[in-house]
């Protein structure tokens, strides 16, 4: 690993527990031989998390007009897997993280942006929610100034994921419809199989499944 004082200055942020900064930054090819849990891990299912608050809190103040369904694109976009790629080539992630020579080249991509995401969790632990803020507004400005869903679309991705997969086509079903018929919920499952579906709500049909595919998404992307 380099460096890490370089890291340190790209993410504007100087850890009080450099142990939640070496963890962060540690694969689990690499700590197999390790005591439990010393590798990113749990931090990167934190920093999920954590991210997905930070970002919705701030696309919601942003965009004061926008409909669930636009919130919900806009967040796919900024949380979503290639997004997150982009931010940790930015800091350049790579130079920093510890992992197995044997590992493959070609799945440091996916290494990275998890990375990113434990560091994020790692910062949470280490500091709380307005510093961790400040640090993820920081690195995502220019992906938050310049947000650009004309080829993201989630149900679309949903479908290229599924043909790319040879996988059967999404469906999506209503599960449930409440309130009034001026201002409904729909309850909305999409389907890709037995065991790839996921459960959303929305203010409309199109919204519901909108927030369904992009949940689907996030959790089965690289």
């Given at each position: 690993?380099?460096d890490?004082?370089?890291?340190?200055?790209?993410?504007?942020?100087?850890?009080?527990d450099i142990t939640?900064?070496?963890?962060?930054?540690?694969?689990?090819?690499?700590?197999k031989?390790?005591e439990r849990?010393?590798n990113?891990?749990?931090?990167?299912f934190?920093?999920?998390?954590?991210?997905?608050?930070i970002?919705?809190?701030?696309?919601?103040?942003?965009?004061?007009e926008?409909?669930?369904?636009?919130l919900?694109?806009k967040?796919?976009?900024?949380?979503?897997?290639?997004?997150?790629?982009k931010i940790?080539?930015?800091?350049?992630?790579?130079?920093?993280i510890i992992?197995?020579?044997?590992l493959?080249?070609?799945?440091?991509d996916t290494?990275?942006?998890?990375s990113?995401?434990?560091?994020?969790?790692a910062?949470?632990?280490?500091?709380n929610?307005?510093?961790?803020?400040?640090?993820?507004?920081?690195?995502w400005?220019?992906?938050?100034?310049n947000?650009?869903?004309?080829?993201?679309d989630?149900?679309?991705?949903?479908?290229?994921?599924?043909?790319?997969?040879?996988?059967?086509l999404?469906?999506?079903?209503?599960?449930?419809?409440?309130g009034?018929?001026?201002?409904?919920?729909?309850?909305i499952?999409v389907l890709?199989?037995?065991?790839?579906?996921?459960?959303?709500?929305g203010?409309?049909k199109q919204?519901?499944?909108?927030?369904?595919?992009?949940?689907?998404?996030?959790?089965?992307?690289?």
């Open positions: 690993m380099n890490s004082k370089k890291l340190i200055e790209k993410i504007g942020y100087h850890f009080k939640l900064f070496r963890t962060a930054l540690t694969h689990s090819s690499y700590s031989d390790l849990n010393q990113y891990e749990r931090l990167e934190l920093g999920d998390r954590v991210l997905g608050l970002i919705s809190h701030e696309i919601y103040r942003r965009f004061s926008s409909t669930e369904g636009e919900a694109k967040l796919s976009f900024l949380v979503c897997k290639a997004t997150l790629k940790a080539k930015d800091i350049m992630i790579e130079d920093f992992y197995s020579d044997k493959k080249k070609n799945s440091l290494i990275k942006a998890n990113l995401e434990a560091l994020i969790g910062i949470y632990l280490d500091s929610i307005k510093m961790t803020s400040k640090v993820v507004l920081n690195l400005e220019k992906y938050l100034d947000i650009n869903l004309s080829s993201f989630p149900k679309s991705r949903l479908q290229e994921w599924c043909l790319k997969k040879k996988k059967k999404p469906v999506y079903q209503v599960l449930k419809k409440t009034p018929d001026h201002n409904p919920t729909f309850k499952k890709v199989d037995e065991l790839t579906f996921s459960l959303a709500n203010k409309s919204d519901a499944e909108i927030n369904a595919a992009s949940k689907l998404l996030k959790e089965i992307c690289e």
